[in-house]
């Protein structure tokens, strides 16, 4: 009997390179990203920047000259982390007001109703309307009824998000047989129950799956951190050999789309306001609109440097008044 050929390895072939582990290992994570990974490979096109504020300037230090159209903002840390954000934050919505500016306020807290933070934000002497917050349960509203009218819902997440669908119109139910859409979103509750649910939703009754964000991490009020969504839809995508159908947190644009078509507001001419560098910015400038990074947590200038130029915001900001012009802050 003839024995097949074994073909020669070179021995070096064999030992690792080490220098190479090593760094890999070494490398730290930039300071305070909120950290988006796309499950199996889910394609969001983040790469992109759009063409019109592909000139603008980026990393710039010091208040923009302008006041422009509108402006977004990410309210988690001012009212979740105990930042300095808070108190300016009085003064820039007074004086936006007094412009005539348009406003929007965003939180990616999915246990968070646009009542509550409403109520919170008067707490704070800060009064606004419910219309000007946009959570991920007005955000999946919206879509759902553009996009899945008339679908029966399995909530895999918090018990406020489940609420606010249902009071926006959307009929969540806790059968999987009757599931036609399974939506995953932020909870410190999950558990084998709702992952079983939601697993018999997608198997065996053909739901499709949808996630409030791709987030890897979700960092908590008290400053610490948390698994995000992303485990929890990978789980599901391997148990289902289902991919997910929608994402609908940043970097997808989703947000944008449903805060310009109300405000009516070029997105060239808006501000976006963020206190974390990743997913934000990324959204924010796939769609057009600048950016300015307020330095009210633990991220740095030197980890906003150390990105790739289409992660990097327009503006560095040390304070949320920074975002207006000094011409205007002189006057307050």
């Not at 199996?40 to 920047?49: L, M, R, T």
């Not at 932020?186 to 964000?213: E, K, P, Q, V």
Request: hydrophobic share 40%.
């Amino acid at each position: 009997m003839r024995l097949p050929k074994i073909p020669k390895i070179h021995p070096k072939a064999l030992v690792p390179d080490v220098d190479r582990l090593r760094a890999m290992i070494a490398k730290p994570e930039p300071a305070n990203t909120e950290a988006v990974t796309s499950a199996s490979e889910y394609s969001s096109g983040e790469d992109e920047i759009s063409s019109r504020i592909t000139n603008l300037e980026v990393m710039v230090e010091e208040a923009p000259g302008r006041v422009f159209d509108a402006y977004l903002i990410n309210i988690d840390a001012g009212l979740y982390a105990g930042t300095n954000l808070m108190p300016q934050l009085k003064t820039v919505v007074d004086a936006l007001i007094h412009l005539n500016r348009p406003v929007r306020f965003m939180s990616w807290l999915s246990d968070v109703t646009p009542a509550r933070l409403v109520e919170m934000m008067s707490e704070e002497g800060i009064e606004i309307t419910a219309d000007q917050v946009i959570t991920p349960a007005t955000l999946a509203s919206r879509y759902l009824k553009n996009s899945y009218p008339g679908a029966k819902v399995f909530v895999a997440g918090g018990v406020h998000f489940r609420d606010e669908l249902a009071a926006n119109g959307i009929e969540v139910t806790s059968d999987a047989a009757e599931t036609n859409l399974v939506i995953v979103s932020f909870t410190s509750d999950f558990d084998m129950r709702m992952f079983s649910t939601a697993y018999h939703a997608i198997a065996d009754n053909g739901a499709d799956l949808l996630s409030t964000s791709l987030r890897r991490i979700r960092r908590m009020p008290d400053g610490t951190c948390e698994p995000g969504t992303l485990p929890i839809v990978t789980a599901l995508e391997t148990a289902t050999r289902k991919r997910l159908t929608k994402n609908l947190g940043s970097p997808e644009t989703d947000l944008l789309e449903l805060i310009f078509d109300e405000i009516q507001v070029r997105p060239e001419e808006a501000l976006f306001v963020t206190d974390s560098l990743g997913a934000d910015i990324r959204m924010a400038k796939r769609f057009g609109v600048p950016t300015a990074l307020v330095l009210t947590g633990d991220t740095t200038v030197d980890a906003a440097r150390g990105l790739k130029r289409k992660d990097q915001p327009n503006y560095v900001l040390t304070t949320i008044a920074d975002i207006l012009p000094r011409y205007i802050k002189d006057q307050l």
